[in-house]
C-alpha cells in the first residue's frame, strides 16, 4: 500500500504534471484533481503547484482560492490532512488564510527564475522530516510575487513556534520580510512555500540536484507509517 | 448601425464605379485590377480587406518568394523530413515514434512600438502555430537584437522585450531554453524580436491546417474578437463611424496569456480524442488568413456566418472582424457527430467556442453578415495567388570598399599587459557580457524536461522520460559577418548552430530560420537577401539539414539606413539519451584542454575589431563546411562515449572568450599555453569557424586524441583545467573573481 497524493490543476496551472512526476519518483502515487471537483477523492495528501491560476489576475491565487475544490480542501486541512503549496499554491494557501501572511510583487519588480540556496529551519513538518534542522539545501525559486509579508506580530509569532519551515540564504531574491521562504501552520500538516522542490528530484534535469526529493519522501513515509 | 446599404456582393456587381480605398489598405494598382479582373467585378469590402491583407509582404511573400525557393529546390534528401515548408510549422522525426515540431518567427515592429506587448504577443504566435501542428509545446527560444546597449532607447525597448516573452512564455509554462541578445547601433529603431518554439507529438498525431469534407463544421474557439490589431481595415470601417464606436485602437495586439494556456491544453485534449480534422491558429489576417487558408488546403469550399463571430465590441464592422488580430484564437474543423464533445471540452477549459461556419462541396469561400453575401472568392486567390515580384537587385557599390578595409590591419595588442585589458574590455562588452540579468526573467525549470538551457551552446529537452531521448535547439546569427559578405555570412550563421547543437552532443537535423532585412525595394538590400539565401540553401544541402520553415521580415530599416543583413538561423538537433549531453563548464581539475580546429587570422567583424577598435570591415571567418560536419562527428562521438567533461563551441569573441565563459560557469580556472606556430593574440581572439574547445579527462586523453587522429580533425592541446584564475602562460593571468566582476555587472548595470 502507498500513499495517494493529489495535485490540483487550476486553470493556468503550470506544474501540476511535474509534481505528479515528483510523487511518483518518491514512490507515492500521483492523483489528479481538477479544481472544479466537489470532493478530493479519498487522497491521503494534497499539492497546490505552481503556476498563474487565473492568469495571476486580480492577485496570485484570490480567485483559484474561489475554486469548488477549495472548499473540501480547508475544512480537511483544518482537520489535519497533509496539504503542500509550491508558489502558486503557497499564493493559494495565504489566499485560502490555512496559512498567515500574503504575498506582494518582488521588490525589484522582475520574475526571478534562479537555483536557490535555502535553510531547512523547521525539519519537523509533515513534508519535511526527511531533512534535518540547519540544512543547507538549492531549489529552483522562479515567480514575479514571491514576497512573503506579514505584521511584525505575526512574524514574531511564527519565529517563536518554529513555524518558519525554510529561509533564504545567500540571496533574499525577491524582499521577504525576515528571509522567509516557507512556512507551515501551526499543526504542521499545512506548509507552503516559493521555491519548487519538484524541479529539484532528477540529477539530470533543471538545477541537476535532488534538493527537493525529501518533501515527498517525507510525507509518504509519514503516510505509509501511520 | 450607419451602414446602409451593405456592401455585398450583389450591390458591388450593381455598383461596379464606386471608389475603394485600395491604395489605403497597401495595395498597388496592378494588384488592385488583378482583384478585379480574377473577381469579374469590384471586390466589396469585405472582399478588399481579405486580399489586401492577405497579400501584403507579410503574409504573401511576394518580394522574397523567388528566393525562398531554393529551399524547397536545394533541399537535401533527408528520411527525418515529414513535413515541409508551407504548412504552420515544419516537422521532422527525430525516432522512437516522436515528432518534432520547431519554428522561428519575427515580431520586431510591433515590439519596437509597444515593447512588452510586442514581444509577448511574437510568444503568443509562435507558440499557435506549434498547437496548430497537433504538438505540445515544450519550449521557447528568443534571439533578440537591439540598437546600442547604451542608446536611451534600448533602456526602454529591451527592458520591455524581455518583460514581455517572460510575462507570457512564464505563464503558458514554457522552459526558455535558448536564444540571443546582441547589440549594434544598426538596430537602433529597428530591434529584432525573433520567437522560436518547439513542439512534440507522436507520428500519428501530426494535424494540417485544411477544411475536407462537405458537412463538417468550423469552429471558431478562444478569444473573443476585437479591435486590436485592425490596422488598415479601419479605413474601410471609417464610412460607418459613429459617437458609439472606440475612435483609436491599438495597432499592436495585446496578449492573454492565460487565455493561451486555457487554448493549449483544450486543443491538446480535442486532439486526443481524435475530434480534429483540421486546424488553424489566427494570428497575422486573423481569420480571412484563417478560413481563406483552411479552405484552400481542403478539398471543398466553405460557407461562414460573420454574425457568429463572439465579439468583445460590437461596433465592428465585418471588414474589421475578417482582419482582427485578436490574440489566442483558433479555427478547428470538425465532423459534426463530434461537435457537441469538442464544444464540451472547451467549455471544460472556460474556453468560449462558436460554430461560424461550415465545409461544403463547392470550391468557394462565402461570407455572410445580415443576411447578405458580402464575400465570394475562390480562396486560392486569396492564400496562394498572391503577387509575385523579381525585385531588382544589385551588389552595393559599397561592398569592395567594405571589405578592402581589412580588419587583419588594425593594431594589435603588444604586450601581456595590453593583452590582458583587451581580455577584460571584451568579456565586459555588451555583447560579450553575461545575459544571466536577462534569462533569469525567464522560467528555465518549469515542464520538468529542462536538461540545458542558456548560457549552454543549445537547450536541450528530455521528451522521454524512460529512453532519455532529447532535442536540441540553438539558434545564431551574425549580422556583421552578413553584412560583410551575405553569402558566407548565412553560411557561418548556419555553421555556428549547427556546431553548438553538436557541441552539446546532439545530432543537428534541420533548420528553421528567421530573414531579418532592410526594405526590398533597396537593389543592395535585395541583394543582401538573394545571396544571404543563396548562401543557406547551399549550406544546408552541403550539411545534409533542410530547411523546414521559418520567416521573412522585410523593411527593417530607418530612412535609407538598413539593418545589417540579419539571417537567424536554428538548428534542431536529436540525442539518443540526455545523460550523455556535454555542458559548457568546467567541472573538474586537472581536466585537459583541448583546441578542435584550425586557428588562422581572422579578424573580419569580430568581437575583437568592433569592441577595442569599433570596426567592421574585411571578410568574415572562412567557412568550411566539411570540416564543420567532421568536428561535430567527433564532438557527438566524444560525447556519446564519455570522452569529454565539457566542450564550448568558438565563435565570437573567439578561443579566450569560451574559455572565460567555461571557467566561471564551472567556477574553475584554466591554465593555457599559446600553441607553436600561433601568437597569442591570435589563439585569444580569432574567430575561424569550424573549431571547439573541449575538457577531457586524463583517462580519455589517448582515446580521443587517437579519435581526431584518425578522423583527420586538428588537435592541439592548449592547457588545462586548473586552479581560481585564467592564466595564459607568459603572457598574463586573470583571477576568476575579477573576471566574473567584469563578466557579470555589465547588464545590469545598463538595464537593472
Given amino acids: 500500500m502507498t500513499a495517494r497524493i493529489g495535485v490540483v490543476t487550476f486553470p493556468g496551472s503550470l506544474d501540476d504534471r511535474d509534481t505528479q512526476r515528483a510523487i511518483r519518483l518518491a514512490g507515492a502515487e500521483p492523483v489528479a484533481l481538477w479544481h472544479k471537483d466537489k470532493d478530493l477523492h479519498q487522497v491521503d495528501a494534497v499539492v497546490l503547484c505552481g503556476g498563474f491560476s487565473y492568469g495571476d489576475y486580480l492577485r496570485a491565487g484570490a480567485i483559484a482560492r474561489f475554486s469548488p475544490v477549495m472548499e473540501p480542501l480547508i475544512e480537511q486541512a483544518k482537520a489535519g490532512l497533509p496539504v503542500l503549496g509550491i508558489c502558486n499554491g503557497f499564493q493559494i494557501l495565504t489566499e485560502a488564510h490555512l496559512l498567515p501572511g500574503a504575498m506582494l510583487g518582488n521588490d525589484h519588480l522582475h520574475f526571478i527564475c534562479r537555483d536557490q540556496k535555502l535553510r531547512v529551519e523547521n525539519a519537523d513538518t509533515a513534508w519535511t522530516t526527511d531533512y534535518t534542522a540547519g540544512q543547507e539545501i538549492h531549489i529552483p525559486l522562479k515567480n514575479m510575487d514571491g514576497r512573503y509579508v506579514a505584521d511584525e506580530y505575526t512574524l514574531d509569532k511564527l519565529e517563536a513556534e518554529g513555524r518558519v519551515a525554510f529561509r533564504y540564504l545567500g540571496l533574499n531574491p525577491n524582499g521577504s520580510l525576515r528571509d522567509i521562504a516557507g512556512i507551515s501552520n501551526e499543526a504542521g500538516n499545512v506548509v507552503g512555500l516559493m521555491p519548487h522542490p519538484e524541479h529539484a528530484v532528477e540529477p539530470l534535469i533543471g538545477s541537476g540536484r535532488t534538493d527537493g526529493l525529501p518533501f515527498f519522501t517525507s510525507i509518504l513515509k509519514k503516510l505509509v507509517n501511520a | ?752
Fill in chain 2, 1 to 752: 448601425m450607419s451602414r446602409t446599404p451593405l456592401d455585398t456582393v450583389e450591390h458591388a456587381t450593381a455598383t461596379p464605379d464606386v471608389e475603394l480605398p485600395w491604395a489605403e489598405l497597401g495595395l498597388k494598382k496592378d494588384e488592385y485590377e488583378r482583384v478585379v479582373e480574377i473577381l469579374g467585378r469590384r471586390p466589396t469590402g469585405a472582399e478588399l480587406a481579405m486580399y489586401s491583407v492577405m497579400w501584403s509582404e507579410h503574409c504573401s511573400y511576394k518580394s522574397s518568394k523567388v528566393h525562398l525557393r531554393q529551399f524547397g529546390e536545394k533541399a537535401p534528401q533527408s528520411d527525418a523530413m515529414l513535413v515541409g515548408i508551407g504548412e504552420n510549422a515544419g516537422v521532422v522525426d527525430v525516432g522512437q515514434g516522436y515528432a518534432v515540431t520547431f519554428k522561428v518567427e519575427s515580431h520586431n515592429h510591433p515590439s519596437y512600438v509597444e515593447p512588452y506587448q510586442g514581444a509577448a504577443t511574437g510568444v503568443g504566435g509562435i507558440v499557435r502555430d506549434i498547437i496548430a501542428m497537433g504538438a505540445r509545446p515544450v519550449a521557447v527560444v528568443d534571439p533578440l537584437r537591439f540598437g546600442a546597449a547604451d542608446h536611451p532607447d534600448t533602456k526602454r525597448v529591451l527592458p520591455g522585450v524581455v518583460a514581455g516573452i517572460g510575462g507570457y512564455g512564464n505563464c503558458l509554462g514554457l522552459p526558455n531554453i535558448g536564444g540571443e541578445v546582441v547589440f549594434d547601433a544598426c538596430y537602433q529603431g529597428n530591434p529584432l524580436v525573433n520567437a522560436g518554439a518547439i513542439g512534440v507529438m507522436r507520428h500519428e498525431d501530426i494535424h494540417l491546417a485544411k477544411a475536407s469534407g462537405a458537412g463538417n463544421k468550423v469552429i471558431l474557439y478562444g478569444a473573443r474578437t476585437g479591435g486590436d490589431g485592425i490596422g488598415g481595415a479601419s479605413i474601410l470601417a471609417s464610412e460607418t463611424f459613429d459617437d458609439a464606436k472606440p475612435s483609436k485602437r491599438p495597432a499592436v495586439q495585446v496578449g492573454d496569456p492565460f487565455q493561451e494556456k486555457l487554448l493549449i491544453e483544450c486543443t491538446l485534449e480535442a486532439f486526443a480524442e481524435k475530434l480534429v480534422v483540421g486546424i488553424q491558429d489566427l494570428g497575422a489576417a486573423g481569420l480571412s488568413c484563417a478560413t481563406s487558408e483552411l479552405a484552400s488546403n481542403g478539398s471543398g469550399g466553405m460557407r461562414v456566418t460573420l454574425d457568429d463571430v463572439p465579439l468583445r465590441d460590437s461596433t465592428l464592422s465585418p471588414e474589421e472582424i475578417l482582419m482582427s488580430e485578436s490574440q489566442e484564437r483558433m479555427c478547428a474543423v470538425v465532423e459534426p457527430a463530434k461537435v457537441d464533445r469538442f464544444l464540451e471540452i472547451c467549455d471544460k477549459w472556460d474556453v468560449i467556442a462558436t460554430v461560424i461556419g461550415e465545409v461544403t462541396d463547392g470550391d468557394r469561400l462565402e461570407i455572410y453578415w445580415h443576411g447578405g453575401k458580402i464575400v465570394d472568392v475562390d480562396p486560392r486567390t486569396v492564400a496562394h495567388d498572391g503577387p509575385v515580384y523579381e525585385r531588382p537587385y544589385a551588389r552595393p557599390d559599397w561592398q569592395d570598399a567594405l571589405q578592402a578595409d581589412d580588419a587583419n590591419k588594425l593594431p594589435r595588442p603588444a604586450t601581456g599587459e595590453e593583452l590582458r585589458d583587451q581580455v577584460l574590455k571584451l568579456v565586459s562588452s555588451p555583447n560579450q557580457a553575461s545575459k544571466k540579468w536577462i534569462t533569469s526573467q525567464y522560467d528555465h525549470f518549469v515542464q520538468g524536461n529542462t536538461v540545458l538551457a542558456q548560457p549552454e551552446d543549445s537547450g536541450i529537452i528530455r521528451i522521454d522520460e524512460e529512453t532519455g531521448l532529447g532535442v536540441a535547439i540553438a539558434t545564431d546569427g551574425n549580422g556583421r559577418y552578413t553584412k560583410l559578405d551575405p553569402y558566407h555570412g548565412a553560411q557561418l550563421a548556419l555553421s555556428e548552430a549547427y556546431r553548438n547543437v553538436a557541441t552539446t552532443g546532439a545530432k543537428p537535423l534541420a533548420v528553421s530560420d528567421c530573414l531579418n532585412f532592410g526594405s526590398p525595394e533597396d537593389p543592395a538590400v535585395m541583394w543582401q537577401f538573394a545571396e544571404a539565401i543563396r548562401g543557406l540553401a547551399d549550406a544546408c544541402q552541403q550539411l545534409g539539414t533542410p530547411v523546414t520553415g521559418g520567416n521573412v521580415s522585410l523593411y527593417n530599416q530607418t530612412g535609407e539606413a538598413a539593418i545589417h543583413p540579419t539571417p537567424v538561423v536554428a538548428v534542431l538537433g536529436v540525442i539518443d539519451d540526455v545523460a550523455r549531453r556535454t555542458p559548457v563548464a568546467f567541472r573538474e581539475e586537472g581536466q585537459l584542454l583541448y583546441l578542435l580546429g584550425d586557428t588562422r587570422e581572422e579578424f573580419g567583424g569580430s568581437a575583437w575589431s568592433q569592441v577595442i577598435h569599433d570596426h567592421l570591415g574585411g571578410l568574415p571567418p572562412k567557412v568550411d563546411l566539411e570540416r564543420e560536419r567532421l568536428l561535430a562527428e567527433i564532438l557527438i562521438s566524444a560525447s556519446r562515449d564519455g570522452m569529454i567533461d565539457a566542450a564550448h563551441d568558438l565563435s565570437d569573441g573567439g578561443l579566450i572568450q569560451a574559455v572565460v565563459e567555461s571557467a566561471l560557469l564551472g567556477d574553475k580556472g584554466a591554465r593555457l599555453v599559446v600553441p607553436d606556430g600561433l601568437d597569442a593574440f591570435t589563439f585569444l581572439f580569432s574567430e575561424s569557424a569550424g573549431r571547439a574547445v573541449v575538457a577531457v579527462p586524463r583517462s580519455e586523453e589517448l582515446r580521443f586524441t587517437d579519435m581526431c587522429g584518425a578522423r583527420g580533425l586538428p588537435v592541439t592541446r592548449i592547457g588545462v583545467v586548473d586552479g581560481d584564475t585564467v592564466d595564459v602562460q607568459g603572457e598574463f593571468a586573470l583571477p576568476l573573481t575579477e573576471l566574473r566582476t567584469a563578466h557579470e555587472e555589465t547588464i545590469p548595470a545598463l538595464f537593472a
